[in-house]
């Protein structure tokens, strides 16, 4: 624990501008970012005496053992250069709000030439037009499919809409009229994509035009007697009404605004927003955080703004946005939103209305998610304690492991030989720091032998990057860190309580071995082996037995068995990935369009060999130095063993379209 009085400024050192400043631990790590309009004023407050100070932070500035900053000319700067620092270094006393769960977004793919209507989760790309997110992925195909009637636009995946576009007809929408069916040529590119911005517009909110269109086209359709179409636009106007109906109607004036509302105690926070677009409820989303640094509702209220709308550009910020408290750098705040927009966004606080009623809902909401949350975590918190004091007991440890790495090796018959870590922190998964290993020493199958490469391995690389950061150096000395460490979060800069391997004596004394041999004598090791589910420790003849019913079994069981489908995942990538390899790989230059070129003139790799130069010198793009080089890898390729079909064990020719 550092005195703050330590590492504070000198007298006159620190600017009385806008600026970001950033705490770091004795490891160089970042733990907390903050902007203050004032540096010197900002700064000054965190260096009074301990007592007067908010308990986390003083355990913030406790921990830290260094304090830097950066000036900027605006708080609109120093509120993107703060945004922009918290992503980057993920530091421990900020305030992060955390999905959850990834919610589902209904997303139309218009950087395609023929665009696609899907369900989308996770991070959004560039060239998609995304509406939510909703609460459950039903929702979306059930909304799609009411819609499909009157905008059929291609839902299928690029690899049904290529084998239609083959075999000359489409699938099954395409025959019950829920799909223009592009891939057989019934629609021109420009008329598919203009029934996909139709769809977008009308999931936009811009749904009175098409209705009324399809009203006007009924009746001119029943005044000419044309009764089948005007019953069939009848029924192309409901189901728009009915998608229409999915989303309430909850603002009378058609706004598309975003409210946000906060539910807090001491410990934690919880966050709901509804996105309201044409004055309709088209998705709603909820964060929990935990309170690690001291921060009020306005403060929760910034950083919630800045992690919504810190990747968003145009339309997916809205033109409003009503929040239970306005942040204290409002103007900046505000300028910020407008300038993601590319036009003015209003932040203000609901005062009356419809809004205001919304708005209590929304935060009823909050309300209700703090609760559900308080309820499950208290369940779960009780119970992964419990689980780490009996690893603890039954292990000897002289506290709770607070962070558990298990190791496990996996291989087919002795090829393709990896090894995983997963990572535990207070009994839950950490799979940011999730770390795979090829065994590079030898060939072959050695579990044992391969557990002390990789023991040694990880360990290694942690002594080195102690020694980098300036934990610790020659004579006692701390060392300087020469290479300007950034602080960002390193791949094996954290230590664990306990080390976890799959499998028994063997594998726990060359896990042992490993560690003593690079001196490291305070992490403790365990193996868990799965025949009966005995935990072997170090240079023990017999093995801990933990009761079934434990909490303590049941974790160690979870952490083990983590590790093993995450090193069978990876063993298998490398295997379809060995097993897709072609002789052409060896060819220096050679990328996946020419490898494919050449798979699409002869037809296969076997008809590719037996091919002249000059016959690949045919082929687009190939010059004779390149059709030498192709020839030479094949005539140097070891025959491929025969395929065979495990289904009737007969061998199979290699006439086909092998991949390149």
């Not at 009308?202 to 009746?219: D, H, N, P, Q, V």
């Not at 369940?379 to 709770?400: F, M, N, Q, V």
């Not at 990876?570 to 996946?592: F, I, N």
């Not at 030498?628 to 006439?655: H, R, S, W, Y």
């Amino acid at each position: 624990m550092a005195d703050p009085t330590s590492y504070r400024p000198a007298p006159g050192q620190i600017p009385d501008t806008p600026g970001v400043y950033k705490f770091r631990d004795e490891h160089r790590r970042v733990i907390y970012v903050g902007k203050a309009k004032s540096l010197k004023q900002r700064l000054a407050n965190y260096f009074q005496p301990l007592a007067s100070l908010h308990p986390r932070t003083a355990t913030m500035v406790t921990t830290a053992a260094s304090v830097e900053w950066t000036v900027v000319s605006t708080e609109v700067e120093a509120l993107q250069l703060e945004y922009s620092w918290i992503k980057e270094y993920d530091p421990r006393f900020n305030v992060k709000y955390r999905d959850d769960k990834s919610y589902p977004y209904l997303a139309v793919t218009l950087d395609e030439e023929f665009p696609r209507v899907q369900v989308m989760r996770g991070h959004k790309k560039k060239g998609v037009r995304y509406f939510g997110p909703y609460a459950h992925a039903w929702a979306i195909r059930e909304t799609v499919d009411l819609m499909l009637r009157v905008f059929p636009v291609r839902t299928c995946s690029a690899g049904v809409f290529r084998n239609a576009a083959s075999a000359g007809r489409p699938c099954l929408l395409g025959y019950i009229g829920k799909c223009s069916a592009p891939c057989v040529g019934r629609v021109t590119p420009q008329e598919h994509r203009e029934l996909a911005d139709d769809f977008c517009d009308f999931m936009a909110g811009r749904t009175g035009t098409y209705i009324r269109r399809l009203e006007k086209e009924m009746a001119a359709a029943a005044e000419e007697m044309e009764y089948e179409r005007a019953a069939r636009l009848r029924d192309d106007a409901e189901a728009l009404r009915r998608a229409m109906e999915k989303s309430a109607v909850v603002l009378a004036d058609a706004t598309d605004a975003d409210l946000i509302a906060l539910a807090e105690d001491e410990l934690e926070a919880a966050v709901q927003i509804f996105h309201v677009r044409g004055g309709r409820v088209r998705g709603q989303r909820g964060w929990v955080t935990d309170k690690v640094e001291a921060v009020d509702t306005a403060g929760l209220v910034e950083h919630a703004l800045q992690q919504l709308y810190g990747e968003e550009t145009g339309e997916a910020v809205p033109k409003e946005v009503l929040v239970p408290a306005l942040p204290d750098d409002a103007g900046a705040v505000t300028e910020w939103l407008s300038g993601r927009r590319g036009s003015q966004v209003s932040l203000r606080i609901p005062q009356r209305g419809d809004k205001k009623d919304l708005m209590a809902t929304v935060a009823r909401n909050a309300q209700q998610a703090l609760v559900l949350h308080k309820t499950k975590r208290a369940s779960d918190l009780t119970t992964r304690s419990r689980a780490l004091e009996e690893i603890a007991e039954a292990l000897d440890l002289g506290s709770a492991p607070l962070r558990i790495e298990c190791f496990d090796i996996s291989h087919l018959q002795g090829e393709d030989v990896v090894a995983s870590m997963v990572v535990f922190e207070d009994g839950l998964p950490r799979k940011s720091e999730y770390r795979r290993f090829q065994i590079k020493s030898f060939e072959g199958q050695d579990d044992v032998r391969s557990m002390h490469e990789v023991i040694g391995r990880r360990f290694r690389r942690y002594l080195a990057e102690k020694e980098r950061t300036g934990e610790w150096g020659e004579d006692g000395e701390v060392a300087v860190d020469e290479d300007g460490d950034d602080g960002r979060p390193k791949r094996f800069a954290y230590p664990p309580q306990l080390v976890v391997v799959d499998g028994g004596q063997p594998q726990v004394a060359a896990a042992r071995r490993a560690l003593d041999e690079l001196g490291i004598d305070d992490v403790a090791v365990c193996g868990l082996a799965k025949r009966l589910e005995e935990v072997w420790l170090p240079g023990e003849d017999d093995p801990v037995v933990l009761p079934r019913s434990s909490e303590g079994l049941y974790l160690l069981q979870r952490v083990r068995d983590t590790a093993h489908d995450f090193a069978i995942r990876y063993q298998r990538s490398k295997r379809t990935k060995r097993l897709r390899s072609s002789p052409l790989d060896a060819v220096p230059g050679l990328g996946d369009t020419r490898k494919q070129a050449l798979i699409k003139h002869f037809g296969s790799v076997k008809r590719l060999k037996q091919a002249t130069i000059e016959q690949i010198c045919e082929v687009p793009g190939f010059g004779r130095k390149t059709a030498e080089a192709v020839a030479v890898a094949l005539a140097e390729a070891a025959p491929a063993a025969p395929a065979v079909n495990t289904a009737t064990g007969e061998i199979m020719e290699d006439d086909g379209g092998t991949t390149a």
